[in-house]
């Protein structure tokens, strides 16, 4: 294989004799004996480009790659269209320099402002931010932004992903914050717990809409509750569920945050995926790590340039809200790319279809015994109540190459929260009810 040194041995020697030195050995002559490695390194021989190709291969295949999936729980799996690899796959947005230096990165900063600009479409908000690192760290981060010196307890919905619900509760820890889990009724939000337990020490209360299992919250009465107490509200969305519903605007949130992997990036096995985050003006200087603005120079051009940076990068670390100084930007690149790809009709389409299918495998799931939990209207996924042993299932349908729904935990122990996307043929539907009928 080539040599991964960018310069070449000419150059070296050039660069040496402008020290008045002959070999890179002498350059290190200062550094003592007892520290310098005596033998090599317990590393494994190179291996040729043909032979490092082989080995991939032979770690990839080791993957399952399901033909059918019936399962979201925070990520999901959507058409991706061919432009999206295509324009992020470009080496000079694939490999760009750092946006701190706006004279060479014009071209990645306007793309965060395109996609900055499109959350904000989406939800309804002021203002966002260039993204942080994926959906939980954009909850727990939004929470952040509502403390204040008298206003520190923390409502959390046990509606939430548990692993969103988990990375709030590492912040709070970690700040001392009071969080307190609001309990679910029927598979949403118990309201009248918030009702009896808010009082002017409350900071913020936050739900997911719609909510882990499915189902949309009761927003407006949420929010009203939440205001009466002078706290804020925040909303975690699924950014595909926006296509037919209601922004967290119009359900008067003053932050909205959520996973954007649906919007363009392929599943992973845990990433990297993208947290968006957008609030309303009165808020927008609260919002963590970097935001990208629109100015103009001297000459009247139109530029990009970070701003409102007066945060986390610049501010001693006690007196910081965040510690986040960075971004997802090629992920954050490849929503806004799928976003202008499918475009307004497109996302409604991928919406209605995404809710149309789910609403038709709980029809067929419920022939089969399978009780619907859900007693609110759904989006995309549901619950039901499992009349064989969830296992059991789970393995008669990876024996044919399809991913069943995620097998709930804890209280939920038996029931199985089942999702569609666009992806979801009617075919794909009715061969899971026929194999299921074989359990």
């Known amino acids: ?137 954009a909850a727990a981060e939004s929470i952040m932004m509502c403390q204040e010196r008298k206003r520190s307890k923390v409502f959390i919905s046990k509606t939430v992903n548990p692993f969103v619900l988990d990375t709030v509760h590492t912040y709070c820890f970690g700040k001392n914050i009071e969080l307190i889990i609001v309990p679910e009724k029927n598979g949403v939000t118990d309201i009248s717990f918030i009702e009896k337990k808010i009082d002017s020490s409350t900071a913020c209360v936050y739900i997911q809409q719609p909510n882990f299992y499915g189902s949309f919250e009761d927003g407006e009465k949420i929010g009203e509750v939440t205001h009466s107490a002078g706290a804020k509200f925040i909303m975690g969305v699924n950014p595909i569920s926006l296509g037919i519903a209601k922004t967290p605007r119009e359900y008067s949130a003053d932050i909205a945050v959520g996973e954007g992997q649906p919007l363009g990036i392929p599943l992973s096995f845990g990433g990297p995926y993208l947290g968006f985050m ?19 120079d001297s000459n009247g051009k139109i530029g990009y340039v970070l701003t409102l940076q007066a945060r986390e990068q610049h501010i001693r670390r006690e007196k910081s809200s965040s510690n986040i100084c960075s971004n997802e930007a090629l992920c954050a690149l490849a929503a806004g790319v799928y976003l202008s790809a499918m475009g307004k009709k497109g996302l409604r389409e991928v919406a209605v279809q995404s809710m149309s299918k789910a609403d038709y495998l709980a029809e067929r799931l419920s022939e089969l015994g399978f009780k619907l939990v859900n007693k609110e209207e759904f989006f995309n996924e549901f619950v039901t109540e499992s009349p064989k042993p969830v296992s059991e299932v789970m393995r008669l349908l990876e024996s044919k190459g399809i991913l069943g729904g995620y097998p709930l935990r804890e209280e939920n122990k038996g029931k199985i929260l089942w999702c569609c996307t666009e992806m979801n043929s009617k075919k794909d539907i009715d061969e899971l009810i026929a194999i299921l009928q074989e359990v």
Do not use: W
């Open 1 to 137: 294989m080539g040599s991964y040194v960018p310069s070449t041995d000419l150059e070296r020697q050039e660069m040496l004799s402008t020290f008045g030195l002959h070999s890179v050995k002498e350059l290190f002559e200062d550094i003592p004996q007892q520290v310098r490695l005596k033998k090599e390194l317990c590393l494994p021989e190179g291996m040729s480009e043909l032979e490092v190709h082989r080995n991939m291969m032979g770690l990839a295949n080791k993957n399952k790659v399901f033909t059918s999936i019936f399962r979201g729980a925070g990520a999901y799996r959507h058409f991706i269209p061919a432009i999206v690899k295509s324009v992020i796959s470009k080496e000079s947005l694939l490999t760009a320099y750092t946006p701190y230096q706006p004279e060479i990165s014009q071209g990645i900063l306007q793309s965060i402002f395109e996609f900055q600009t499109m959350i904000c479409d989406l939800t309804g908000m002021d203002a966002s931010n260039a993204s942080v690192y994926d959906g939980a760290t």
């Open 278 to 296: 957008a609030t309303v003006d009165a808020m927008k200087r609260k919002l963590p790590g970097r935001i990208v603005g629109q100015t103009k």
